[in-house]
Every structure is written in structure tokens, then in C-alpha cells.
């Protein structure tokens, strides 16, 4: 006749490949995790009770994954600058989306860093925002196909 162990697990979401000290207690075995930020690597670490002795873990377990870049709502992209100036930065973009042929793109004032196109590039629409600013450098082609 089997036993019936109750199961007890220390479950965290980190951005360090090095284990927390605890982590969230559950019994249950599956979880759901939100709020990750695009483009990031996340480490999930996992280890259960020991035996009977449900105060006493085991080793963590961990393991990572990269979150997939979030898009916008279709079409859209905004500049938050908070890298560097370069287009092709994920990190310069809300959820991580470049902007692409189909892309109205919104460049809004007071961030730390504007945008500098350095390759050609073809988007829908541009919004500069009063106090914000676009430079493109010479020779490339910015395409704006409608306002």
C-alpha cells in the first residue's frame, strides 16, 4: 500500500542564476508567472520538501529561459531611450518592439536618449514629440508611407 506523502515545494523567479535563500511555498505543482519583462533572462528555481520533514528542502533545481520581445498592439511602437540612442536596441522600446514597414512609431519627449538611424529604414508614420528629436545620419533613407 502506497503512502500518501503530502508534496511541499519552494518555488522563485529570479533574473540571477544563483538560488534565493527561500522561495514561495506551495503544494501545488504548477504555477503561473507574470509580469516578466521582454527579452530577459529569467531563472526558475524549484526545490521540495524532504520526506516526511516538510520544514527541511532539498537542493534547488534551476533552470532559465529567455522571454520572447511582447508586441505592441499591431502597429505601434514607442521610444523610451533608456539604453543608448540606437533604432535597433530592443532595449530602446517599449516591450522590446522594433519598428518595422507597418509600425507607427511615437517618439516622446524628456527621455534620456534619441534616436539615431543609422540603415535605411521604412516605417508607417513618425510622432516627435515637442522636446524629443529623430537624427538621421547622412546618406540614409528614412520612409515615412503615411502620416
Same mark, same amino acid.
Given at each position: 500500500?502506497?503512502?500518501?506523502?503530502?508534496?511541499?515545494?519552494? %518555488? !522563485?523567479?529570479?533574473?540571477?542564476?544563483?538560488?534565493p !535563500?527561500?522561495?514561495?511555498?506551495?503544494?501545488?505543482? +504548477?504555477?503561473?508567472?507574470? +509580469?516578466?519583462?521582454?527579452?530577459?533572462? %529569467?531563472?526558475?528555481?524549484?526545490?521540495?520538501?524532504?520526506?516526511?520533514?516538510?520544514?527541511? %528542502?532539498?537542493?534547488?533545481?534551476?533552470? +532559465?529561459?529567455?522571454?520572447a520581445a511582447? !508586441?505592441?498592439?499591431?502597429?505601434?511602437?514607442?521610444?523610451t531611450?533608456?539604453?543608448?540612442?540606437?533604432?535597433?536596441?530592443?532595449?530602446?522600446?517599449?516591450?522590446?518592439?522594433?519598428?518595422?514597414?507597418?509600425?507607427?512609431?511615437?517618439?516622446?519627449?524628456?527621455?534620456?536618449?534619441?534616436?539615431?538611424?543609422?540603415?535605411?529604414?521604412?516605417?508607417?508614420?513618425?510622432?516627435?514629440?515637442?522636446?524629443? +528629436?529623430?537624427?538621421?545620419?547622412?546618406?540614409?533613407?528614412?520612409?515615412?508611407?503615411?502620416?
Amino acid at each position: 500500500m502506497p503512502l500518501n506523502v503530502p508534496q511541499k515545494y519552494q %518555488y !522563485a523567479v529570479t533574473t540571477s542564476a544563483v538560488p534565493p !535563500a527561500s522561495g514561495a511555498v506551495s503544494t501545488i505543482n +504548477s504555477q503561473t508567472v507574470t +509580469s516578466l519583462t521582454p527579452s530577459t533572462t %529569467y531563472y526558475i528555481h524549484v526545490r521540495s520538501a524532504c520526506g516526511f520533514d516538510l520544514s527541511t %528542502y532539498g537542493d534547488w533545481s534551476t533552470i +532559465s529561459f529567455v522571454t520572447a520581445a511582447t !508586441a505592441l498592439p499591431p502597429g505601434m511602437a514607442e521610444w523610451t531611450g533608456v539604453e543608448n540612442s540606437t533604432w535597433y536596441n530592443p532595449a530602446n522600446w517599449k516591450c522590446g518592439f522594433i519598428p518595422g514597414a507597418t509600425t507607427a512609431v511615437l517618439i516622446p519627449s524628456g527621455k534620456p536618449f534619441y534616436p539615431v538611424i543609422v540603415f535605411d529604414i521604412t516605417i508607417k508614420s513618425l510622432d516627435v514629440k515637442p522636446g524629443a +528629436s529623430v537624427t538621421v545620419n547622412d546618406g540614409i533613407k528614412l520612409t515615412i508611407t503615411s502620416q
